[in-house]
């Protein structure tokens, strides 16, 4: 009787872990995985084909060394950063166009110490409304609040910037026409404060011209799909003394 119990028991034990196999299957790569996600189950997408939208970071230190060459390049999301090697990202400029939009498709590789990288095979660098030094400025405030340093704030007070609240950049929006009450009202159900009085109509080009503004960084994608919005620059800058 004890040995058939036994021998039932290992019959359900067995049962149970085919039971758990089966209604448990192992996690499949996404082929738009975040890179936080690549870099929590790396071993998973080693050798899988992704694309990660997200922001160029060109060869900002801090981040360690480049996997293959001293060209390879940085790609950052809300979730993380990689390198990328295997081509380069367009004609961005590595130190003049940090905070781009971009998005990369390619194959994630590892080093030998199991750090991953994308070999890029497609990038697509998307249009943006936003000035580079704008994008570089918003991405500065995002760093300092995730990770905040004393040599950062120093470099975006050298930068002319204003560090009383890192979460509000203050801005030039410049627009198609002349903006009307209607589109000042939605600014400011946005959580964007505009100063009409600081309107100057523009001498020519695509846009009327610009006012100063204060915005949310979180606020700017939303901001550049505004139809009457031609660009947006900073309004932070260090003016040096003419000689």
Not at 117 to 130: G, N, P
Not at 208 to 236: H, P, R
């Amino acid at each position: 009787m004890r040995r058939f119990l036994k021998g039932k028991s290992i019959l359900i034990a067995a049962f149970l872990v085919v039971l758990l196999m089966t209604a448990c299957p192992p996690p499949v790569p996404s082929p738009e995985a975040t890179i936080g996600e690549i870099r929590a189950a790396h071993t998973l997408y080693e050798g899988q084909t992704v694309t990660i939208e997200g922001v160029y970071q060109g060869w900002q230190g801090g981040y360690g060394s480049p996997p293959v060459t001293r060209s390879d390049w940085l790609l950052e999301d809300n979730t993380g950063w990689l390198y990328v090697t295997g081509k380069p990202a367009g004609d961005l400029n590595p130190l003049d166009d940090i905070g781009r939009p971009i998005k990369v498709t390619g194959q994630i590789d590892l080093t030998e110490e199991g750090e991953p990288y994308l070999v890029a095979e497609e990038i697509e660098i998307e249009t943006t409304k936003a000035t580079s030094l704008l994008l570089i400025q918003i991405n500065l405030r995002r760093q300092q609040l995730a990770d905040p340093t004393p040599e950062r704030l120093e470099q975006m007070q050298a930068r002319g910037m204003n560090t009383k609240d890192l979460e509000i950049q203050r801005i030039f929006a410049h627009f198609a026409q002349e903006p009307t009450v209607e589109q000042l009202d939605e600014l400011e159900s946005m959580g964007i404060t505009p100063y009409p009085d600081s309107w100057i109509p523009s001498a020519g080009g695509p846009s009327a011209g610009f006012l100063v503004a204060d915005m949310s960084i979180d606020k700017l994608d939303e901001l550049m799909n505004k139809d009457y919005i031609t660009q947006l620059d900073t309004a932070e800058q260090a003016l040096e003394p003419l000689a």
